[in-house]
């Protein structure tokens, strides 16, 4: 009896794009007049096309094709995403943190209401809501057949799997990564594809560092401390300042729906990046404005470092033009509906938020800058 398996990381990487993408056209249809969702959906799906005849006939120099990992491990990898997932709060099953209050609102109102959504006050919703997007339509779905209370139950659920979802395309991509390149066999196409290996230990290992990641904050109190405008202390270890690095399990706990994402978004950016070609970034960056777009910001630079290093390789790809033009446009315009963008702002204890962002007040535009791109870059 085989106790391996082998994944294809293709199929891992084509999936995990759809991941990100699918919500997109979901939002596209539902939040924009018909011939725009139709023609944006239709740009953005011709971009996936390319992208993913670019992925399946890739050069794998530098890379592995598939993955060699025992069941067990796989197994043991799965119940532990599952159990992650539940003690988060995702699901409703356990405790949740404060935060839960606005994202449970946010996946009832997508429920609840027509989209786009239009409260009676005249305001829309306006956030990063992609995540909810698959959730949601079953959570709708579920109400025209079996009511409001059901819809909620099985949205809930929809919303943990969509979430288990997510984590193992990360992990499963995080292993590829490091995968140990052991042999190499003949594909349907007659070529030769290199096969990793994922040993017990190295997925134990990246799996407790995936979960159990933190502690980054301290530069930044240690940055803000030289300047004597903190003090390092016990009681402050996920933040420092107005910002703050928080520890993977707890950013699950708290903002899943920008999480999620931004770890898929940056696994892709890994793997793309191995390649030596920049033909994905766009498509990489679009795909991730709907739902983390800080972490859409803080690539970008690091993207822009790779365009140099690589030569522009492949910088205008059609799957990188196609995201531009369907993506971009589109959030601008429904990021700027936002309050914090619109000139409403609020002042907070020590500082004043500006599109989602808390800034000291009296510091100075450089430092400002600098402080808001390195927070996102990291």
């Not at 997508?110 to 786009?116: A, D, F, G, V």
Request: charged share 10%; with cysteine.
């Amino acid at each position: 009896m085989n106790k391996r398996i082998r994944l294809s990381v293709d199929k891992l990487r084509i999936s995990a794009y759809l991941y990100l993408a699918i919500p997109v056209i979901i939002f596209f249809l539902g939040w924009l007049r018909p011939v725009f969702g139709i023609l944006c959906s239709a740009v953005l799906a011709v971009g996936l096309f390319f992208l993913i005849r670019d992925i399946i006939n890739r050069d794998f120099k530098g890379s592995v094709r598939y993955i060699d990992i025992s069941k067990m491990t796989l197994i043991v990898t799965v119940a532990a995403v599952m159990l992650w997932v539940v003690c988060s709060g995702i699901g409703g099953l356990v405790w949740q943190r404060e935060d839960w209050n606005v994202r449970n609102a946010t996946l009832r109102d997508l429920i609840s209401y027509r989209w786009p959504v239009i409260f009676e006050s005249g305001g829309g919703l306006v956030y990063f809501i992609c995540f909810w997007m698959v959730p949601a339509v079953f959570g709708k779905t579920a109400a025209l057949i079996a009511g409001e209370e059901c819809a909620w139950t099985v949205a809930n659920i929809a919303l943990y799997i969509w979430s288990v979802i997510g984590i193992l395309l990360v992990v499963l991509l995080l292993f590829s990564y490091f995968a140990t390149e052991n042999d190499k066999h003949a594909d349907m196409t007659g070529s030769d594809s290199s096969t990793g290996s994922v040993k017990k230990g190295l997925a134990a290992f990246l799996l407790i560092l995936l979960i159990c990641y933190g502690g980054i904050n301290l530069l930044g109190q240690i940055l803000l401390t030289l300047r004597g405008t903190w003090a390092i202390s016990i009681y402050t270890v996920y933040s420092w300042s107005y910002y703050q690095y928080t520890p993977n399990a707890v950013l699950l706990e708290w903002v899943f729906n920008q999480t999620i994402p931004a770890w898929v978004g940056a696994m892709l950016y890994m793997h793309a990046r191995r390649e030596g070609s920049v033909a994905h970034f766009g498509m990489i960056c679009m795909l991730l404005i709907p739902s983390a777009p800080f972490t859409a910001v803080g690539i970008v630079p690091l993207m822009i470092a790779d365009i140099v290093a690589f030569k522009c390789r492949g910088l205008f790809s059609v799957s990188n033009i196609a995201a531009v033009i369907s993506v971009l446009p589109v959030y601008v315009m429904y990021y700027a509906c936002s309050i914090v963008a619109v000139g409403i702002e609020t002042t907070v204890e020590t500082g004043t938020t500006g599109v989602g962002i808390y800034t000291e007040n009296n510091s100075s535009p450089l430092w400002t800058f600098c402080t808001v791109m390195g927070f996102c870059m990291i």
